[in-house]
T-cell receptor, first 111, second 115 residues
Framework: GEDVEQSLFLSVREGDSSVINCTYT??????LYWYKQEPGAGLQLLTY?????DMKQDQRLTVLLNKKDKHLSLRIADTQTGDSAIYFC???????????FGIGTKLQVIP | NAGVTQTPKFQVLKTGQSMTLQCAQD?????MYWYRQDPGMGLRLIYY???????DKGEVPNGYNVSRLNKREFSLRLESAAPSQTSVYFC??????????????FGPGTRLTVL
């Protein structure tokens, strides 16, 4: 089956850039997601990238996709304390109704 | 527009007790889901319902049953709770968009402890 892997924890200083990485094993998906979970809340879709794209930029967010290496990354520019959350990489490799989520990377932003 | 609502927010059960977690969405979505979230395990799909009247097993269905009561509501039942079912449970709903992508909208979660 699909394996979506992420590191557990990332700590950055406010104003720096954060880069959260994800690797996946199944490359059949037409798109991949990043979800964000704030403390005590459910997940919210942050962004997604189609598999025929290498990069997607959305304000402070940049998503990079390396299909050859099956590597997805999320870069947050000028990281703010409000960005402190858990970030999940997700792959709908079995169709959109069966999404495999990574374990989540907890981002800690130090003021 | 409340989105996805779940009740209760917190619950403590004793081993062997039963309970039903309720979920409702007001976005007219066809698909609904139940996940559990455990430390170090991420989110795992328990059951999903592609449309009213249908339900299918996810990765970890054992010990659970579901009912898609109507288009809005999707409930999760624990018939005989076990400590291994201590977790945070999330309900979600989604609709596929033109272009083939979709967004899952999550409820706030139910924190369940089984003693």
């Amino acid at each position: 089956g699909e394996d979506v892997e992420q590191s557990l924890f990332l700590s950055v200083r406010e104003g720096d850039s954060s880069v959260i990485n994800c690797t996946y094993t199944d490359s059949s998906s037409t798109y991949l997601y990043w979800y964000k979970q704030e403390p005590g809340a459910g997940l919210q879709l942050l962004t997604y990238i189609f598999s025929n794209m290498d990069m997607k930029q959305d304000q402070r967010l940049t998503v990079l996709l390396n299909k050859k290496d099956k590597h997805l990354s999320l870069r947050i520019a000028d990281t703010q304390t409000g960005d402190s959350a858990i970030y999940f990489c997700a792959d709908p490799w079995r169709g959109y109704q069966k999404v495999t989520f990574g374990i989540g990377t907890k981002l800690q932003v130090i003021p | 527009n409340a989105g996805v609502t779940q009740t209760p927010k917190f619950q403590v059960l004793k081993t062997g007790q039963s309970m039903t977690l309720q979920c409702a969405q007001d976005m007219n979505h066809n698909s609904m889901y139940w996940y559990r979230q455990d430390p170090g395990m991420g989110l795992r799909l328990i059951y999903y319902s592609a449309s009213e009247g249908t339900t299918d097993k996810g990765e970890v269905p054992n010990g659970y049953n579901v009912s898609r009561l109507n288009k809005r509501e999707f409930s999760l039942r624990l018939e005989s709770a076990a400590p291994s079912q201590t977790s945070v449970y999330f309900c979600a709903s989604s609709e596929i968009r033109t272009g083939g992508t979709d967004t899952q909208y999550f409820g706030p979660g139910t924190r369940l402890t089984v003693l």
